[in-house]
Nanobody
Framework: QVRLVESGGGLVQAGDSLRLSCVAS??????MAWFRQAPGKEREFVSA????????YYADSVKGRFTISRDNDKRTTYLQINNLKPEDTAVYYC?????????????????WGQGTQVTVSS
């Protein structure tokens, strides 16, 4: 089974940028997604990309600030986050689903990373 490892989180100030990375243990052509979970809240969808990178989808709350991309040769999916806000503070998880087309709900993804913490101070 493929393993996913996220990195790139940290403590930043409002307005800063971060790029999160998710490396897969093997080359996969599955749809990939980023979710996040803030303390005391349910895990929520952030963004997804299909197997080729040609199709992407974003939650309304992050449109215009977040960009998802992937490099299949490097087995890596990225999440570029610009103009970070305190409400973006959460653990960010990447996930894969066993098909190539993207989806936006947690139950459609069967493999998850351990998460990377993003904390935004005001």
């Amino acid at each position: 089974q493929v393993r996913l490892v996220e990195s790139g989180g940290g403590l930043v100030q409002a307005g800063d940028s971060l790029r999160l990375s998710c490396v897969a243990s093997t080359r996969i052509y599955n749809a990939m997604a980023w979710f996040r979970q803030a303390p005391g809240k349910e895990r929520e969808f952030v963004s997804a990309v299909n197997w080729s990178g040609g199709s992407t989808y974003y939650a309304d709350s992050v449109k215009g600030r977040f960009t998802i991309s992937r490099d299949n040769d490097k087995r890596t999916t990225y999440l570029q986050i610009n103009n970070l806000k305190p409400e973006d503070t959460a653990v960010y998880y990447c996930a894969s689903r066993p098909v190539g087309e993207l989806a936006a709900t947690t139950y459609e993804y069967d493999t998850w990373g351990q998460g990377t913490q993003v904390t935004v101070s005001s």
